[in-house]
């Protein structure tokens, strides 16, 4: 039987690929089983943004160049992105609950060794280890929550999954803030062994093992080279491209690697008895809008989420724990919202809040766009709140939508397109988002510079400004009298708010395209295929 019978038949079954009923008591227990695994997510999810607090910290620490810390986070960036979709194939193949515990156990472990480490080249390496076994953690979730709750109840449940993951993220920097200040950079990776611990005993007593009847029973070996060398070479197109420049032969090289891997991937998957990615999933109109849906949701968020750190710490002179405070009606409303928002698209279907989660999301940026160097705290509030408000069903409706429309045997599979398509989406939100706030700076700040009427500049040292004013940093030396350095602060930050604000409107365009494209998502097609209703 070829690969394209077999998948084409399991998507006509669902409910023959349906998971058993749900027992009573701890083991398979529904809304236990979100709370255990939205432990273990919470951590993969804030050391996304934790870090990057602590990494002036490791820096001085380990005496690490500039390239050893932009490795740590990119380490970490490029072993998730690679691996989500993998992960979830071995998901479909083991087991959810094998593989999120393994990831639980590698992720906690790594994290102990992290703050154990003398040196810039070991965190490096037990980043990009956190980063492999956190790809086998995210995708397990999705499947362990797809495979247990009812379809009446899912959506509830991704919104509240979607919740701890926005809060995480938004709440990295509050709480990495405070564990640099107060304690130690160390302490940043040690709060992950305490919580790991608290994932796996949790997960070992309440999670239940579920398996659809038709789940794969071998892997597509060269399928998995493939993609993940498609997927290595773009997500690092992406995080080099700034550095590079956009027109170097070396991001257009990796650029077009890129897209020949994925080329050859794609018709390589036809001939493969069990594909690592059935083409026929994209056969769904709305698996696909789904798709392209939460790509361009990160690319808005994680883009422009980019510079509001910046904005807050550079331009208002905030603290890290500060800024992250400043950030709150971002978190406290995703939080509140997420679960609103799984009610509501379990009653109306995923259509109208992924319409109207966009376009408030849109207006949002487009009102961070007007945002200016003296705009107070309500202000900047009522757009973060908006911001809110707008991804948390987007974040909830279109991970429905992409896990709900896929067939229950390859649930690890979808959710690690979706985990995949939030990191392709953010990595070029910040890389197009950059080169938008690059540009504007490039183009405005001798003009602006000269209008001052501030000493000339070099070249070279135009260059240097150029690099310190695109994060909102004024290029002062410490010889620099209080009257100039203070004239020099005003156009840096004039520049920057400048280029910020145009970076907000091309993100606020992407969001429109979004609104469009989730016009067509609906309701998930093998939603029910989950656990049997009504054994909550």
Not at 272 to 286: A, D, K, T, Y
């Amino acid at each position: 039987m070829t690969s394209q019978t077999t998948v084409d038949k399991a998507s006509r079954e669902p409910r023959e690929a349906a998971a058993p009923v749900p027992a009573k008591g701890l083991r398979g227990h529904p809304w236990l089983t979100l709370f255990s695994v939205a432990i273990g997510v919470m951590m993969v999810a804030l050391d996304g943004t934790i870090v990057a607090i602590a990494n002036p910290a490791i820096q001085q620490d380990l005496n690490a160049s500039l390239a050893d810390v932009q490795w740590i986070t990119n380490g970490y960036m490029l072993a998730l992105a690679v691996s989500l979709i993998t992960a979830g194939k071995l998901g479909d193949r083991f087991g959810h609950r094998q593989t999120f515990l393994i990831g639980v156990v590698g992720f906690a472990a790594a994290s102990g060794a992290i703050g154990l480490s003398h040196s810039a080249a070991l965190v490096i390496t037990f980043r990009v280890l956190q980063g492999l076994f956190g790809a086998l953690l995210m995708p397990a979730a999705l499947g362990l929550l797809r495979a247990t709750f009812p379809a009446e109840k899912l959506n509830m449940a991704i919104g509240i999954w979607g919740m701890v993951i926005g809060a995480s993220t938004a709440g990295g920097p509050i709480l990495g803030g405070v564990l640099v200040e107060h304690v130690s950079w160390q302490s940043v990776f040690f709060i992950n062994v305490p919580v790991g611990v608290i994932a796996l005993l949790l997960g070992l007593l309440i999670l239940k093992d579920h398996r659809a009847q038709n789940a794969p029973r071998s892997f597509d070996i060269g399928g998995i080279v493939l993609l993940s060398q498609a997927m290595f070479c773009l997500i690092w197109a992406l995080i080099k491209g700034s550095e590079w420049g956009w027109g170097d032969y070396r991001t257009l090289g990796f650029l077009g690697a890129a897209v020949a891997l994925f080329v050859v991937f794609a018709f390589a998957q036809k001939n493969v008895r069990e594909p690592l990615i059935p083409l026929s999933m994209f056969r769904s109109v709305p698996l696909s809008a789904g798709v392209v849906l939460m790509v361009l949701m990160a690319f808005a968020f994680m883009g422009g989420l980019f510079f509001v750190t910046f904005y807050l710490q550079n331009v208002h002179g905030l603290s890290p724990v500060d800024s992250g405070l400043h950030l709150l009606p971002l978190t406290g409303m995703m939080i509140v919202a997420s679960p609103l928002a799984g009610a509501a698209i379990t009653k109306f279907g995923p259509r109208v809040p992924l319409v109207g989660g966009m376009v408030c999301t849109a207006a949002a940026m487009f009102g961070m766009s007007q945002l200016e160097i003296g705009t107070g705290t309500l202000t900047m509030s009522i757009w973060f709140g908006l911001l809110g408000l707008g991804l948390a069903p987007v974040m909830v409706g279109a991970t429905e939508v992409i896990v709900g429309n896929a067939p229950l045997e390859l649930s690890g599979v979808a959710g690690g397109l979706q985990q995949s398509a939030m990191q392709v989406g953010g990595s070029l939100g910040t890389a197009v988002l950059g080169a938008v706030m690059a540009s504007q700076v490039d183009s405005k700040l001798a003009d602006n510079w000269t209008a001052a009427q501030l000493p000339p500049l070099g070249p070279d040292q135009l260059d240097q400004a150029s690099s310190a004013v695109e994060v909102g940093i004024p290029p002062v030396g410490g010889d620099v009298p209080p009257e100039i350095a203070g004239k020099i602060a005003g156009v840096a930050h004039d520049t920057f708010v400048s280029g910020m604000s145009t970076a907000f409107m091309v993100a606020g365009g992407v969001a429109v395209l979004a609104a469009v494209v989730a016009t067509f998502t609906k309701r998930g097609e093998n939603a029910e295929a989950g656990a049997g209703a009504g054994h909550i």
